[in-house]
């Protein structure tokens, strides 16, 4: 028997409870919170951007003044460590919160304020890490962190600290959002939609989360340890001490090699995403993708130790690092087959997002094959600490990029609810992709000849001086095209022609049958799914009509009313509490740490006790 607004004293609406501007910062959305973990992004990457260019510039010609030592290693270390925990990350989080709760046929995710509350946590982290620059200086001890280089000895002020601190706020936001997604793909999946019939997308991110979850732990502890060491004395990693300097790298590549498949699943899945709507064709070897998928996460975890080739661990760990390592290749090279066979025989259509994705394609191959070379560890050992290994990292960078925009190209009509001019899409695209090529090639060759990472200049007779300028050039050459994907997402919100549900036309998943922008309650009636491309299905067999679940099954449905989460200001509250005691932490000021715990015991107080039963929410005519 359906349960209906008087009997649970809800209040009826006709319009969201998180209306205007103000209402944005306090909607558990999971559309709205995507779209502000993609904003977020977007500001930190004109940060790196910045400090990237500075950097090419100043090793643009031999014995440049442009910035200090310091300032360079600064400069790399803000570069990278922003670039992964506050550009990548939050970008491709929400695009996966925007996506795949409409593509499950759900409602919203599992725990809609635990989600705002994350985005929330991963904005203060981001501050913290970036603020460092105005409070003494930013970390330089690289994005790594390699003690005894980050201890108190080597690196002593705001900008270690301000790295342990953001980053572990923004490892916290990650580790709670892939407990929420992986809830959400468990258990909030429409009637019918069996694991073997999720789309692809749900299955990159649910192994993307369980690497998140499992891997962001020995990081957290790792930072933990390390604030202790420099905070209070203790000696963790100081041998003298009775600690151990290989404990932190163990720790962080427990972390660090699975991040890696933390970021690339999701990018692969939207790939996989793209390729059979513009093929027009059902994705080739679902089953077999499945079992890649799960194999990349279980030995991408295990292979940790192959950035360790030159710590000493031995002959027997570098022989199974190097096993491993070049065994992660096979599932790898399975997903690519996948997508080949995928565009062969396929009426293929190179709209906007298919041309970003075959890019991809092409970016990825020339950093997988590189990737397989410094899986050796003999050859690693001439590899590691020069720039060839600095150009594989940048050209895997590349292509989550590359696939990242495509997705975002790709789902950019139903977020915003309009068209994308082509043209300047694909000449922004190939900006990029010129300027990729440009800064990353000649790294490999400067690698070759001996140029090791992290140098801030060089003398003219070492012959790098031609090299770097053409990598400087590319780095230009990228910033228009940046510049213009800018302009192309500028000009669709201004002018671009208002994009209909199913924008592309030949959209095989659930996303692509509620209208563009997405209404609140995503659908007005859950749909039940009877096949893996739920909505071809619905356009091929029934004219375009879903199936939905009778009011019964549906919990959310009363009559014409559909019910909500009530909007909330405790996420904000909490989260604000943590920024206030991280700052009092990287200012060793105990009385601004002890208010910021206080807000954050408020927070979570207010969180408890407030009204958690929502409202009603009054279904738009016509909507199904």
Not at 189 to 214: D, E, F, H, K, N
Not at 385 to 392: E, F, K, P
Not at 540 to 558: F, I, K, S, T
Not at 592 to 600: E, F, K, R, Y
Request: glycine share 12%.
């Amino acid at each position: 028997m359906a349960v209906t607004a008087e009997k649970l004293e809800l209040p009826v609406r006709k319009e969201r409870a998180d209306s205007g501007l103000l209402g944005w910062f306090r909607s558990v959305d999971h559309k709205r919170i995507g779209v502000l973990y993609i904003l977020t992004a977007v500001v930190f990457l004109l940060v790196i951007a910045f400090e990237a260019l500075l950097m090419r510039l100043q090793l643009m010609k031999p014995l440049n003044t442009l910035v200090t030592g310091d300032t360079y290693n600064a400069l790399v270390t803000q570069h990278g460590t922003v670039g992964i925990f506050f550009v990548a990350t939050p970008l491709i989080w929400g695009i996966l919160n925007y996506v795949v709760p409409l593509q499950l046929g759900a409602r919203d995710v599992a725990f809609p304020r635990l989600n705002l509350f994350t985005w929330y946590l991963t904005l203060a982290g981001g501050i913290i890490i970036n603020a460092a620059w105005f409070l003494g200086g930013a970390a330089d001890a690289g994005w790594f962190a390699y003690v005894p280089l980050s201890g108190e000895q080597f690196s002593p002020g705001v900008g270690m600290d301000a790295y342990l601190v953001g980053v572990t706020l923004g490892m916290l936001g990650t580790f709670l959002t892939g407990v929420n997604l992986v809830v959400t793909i468990l258990r909030m999946r429409a009637p019918g939609m069996t694991l073997l019939r999720m789309p692809s997308l749900a299955w990159y991110t649910l192994m993307s989360m369980i690497l998140a979850i499992t891997s962001g732990v020995p990081y957290i502890v790792a930072m933990v340890l390390l604030l202790f060491d420099r905070w209070f004395g203790t000696g963790f990693y100081a041998p003298t001490a009775g600690g151990d300097e290989l404990l932190w790298q163990h720790l962080f590549w427990l972390f660090g090699h699975p991040e890696v498949y933390v970021l690339v699943l999701p990018a692969y899945g939207m790939i996989s995403e793209i390729l059979p709507t513009f093929s027009r064709k059902p994705f080739f070897g679902y089953k077999a993708q499945v079992a890649a998928i799960c194999s990349i996460g279980i030995v991408g975890w295990i292979v940790w130790g192959h950035h360790l080739y030159t710590a000493g661990m031995g002959t027997a760990a570098n022989t199974y690092f190097v096993i491993g390592t070049k065994a992660v290749s096979v599932p790898t090279a399975m997903v690519l087959f996948n997508w080949l066979a995928t565009l062969w025989g396929g009426k293929i259509s190179f709209r906007l997002p298919m041309a970003w994705a075959t890019a991809f394609l092409f970016v990825f191959m020339v950093g997988g094959l590189t990737g397989l070379v410094n899986a050796s560890s003999s050859v690693d050992r001439q590899f590691q600490d020069n720039m060839w290994v600095v150009g594989h990292f940048h050209w895997m960078v590349w292509a989550i990029v590359l696939a990242v925009f495509a997705g975002f190209l790709y789902w950019w009509p139903k977020i915003t609810g309009r068209m994308l001019n082509e043209k300047l899409g694909r000449a922004s695209l190939w900006f990029i992709v010129l300027g990729a090529g440009g800064i990353s090639g000649p790294m490999f060759v400067e690698g070759l000849m001996g140029m090791p990472r992290r140098v801030y200049t060089y003398l003219p007779e070492q012959g790098w001086g031609a090299l770097n300028a053409v990598a400087t050039v590319g780095a230009l050459v990228m910033g228009v095209g940046v510049l213009l994907l800018v302009v192309t997402w500028l000009e669709s919100l201004i002018r671009g022609q208002r994009a209909p549900g199913d924008a592309w036309g030949d959209g095989r998943t659930l996303e692509w049958a509620v209208p563009s922008p997405a209404p609140a309650y995503n659908f007005a009636r859950l749909p039940v799914v009877e096949g893996r491309d739920a909505w071809w299905d619905a356009k091929v067999n029934r004219g375009g009509r879903l199936q939905y679940a009778p009011e019964e099954l549906d919990h959310g449905r009363h009559g014409n009313l559909v019910h909500m989460p009530s909007p909330s200001w405790m996420p904000a509250l909490t989260a604000l509490g943590f920024l206030v005691g991280g700052f009092g932490g990287i200012l060793r000021n105990p009385t601004v740490a002890l208010v910021g715990l206080v807000i954050v015991g408020l927070g979570i107080l207010g969180w408890a006790l407030e009204n958690w039963k929502g409202y009603y929410l009054v279904v738009e005519e016509g909507d199904a």
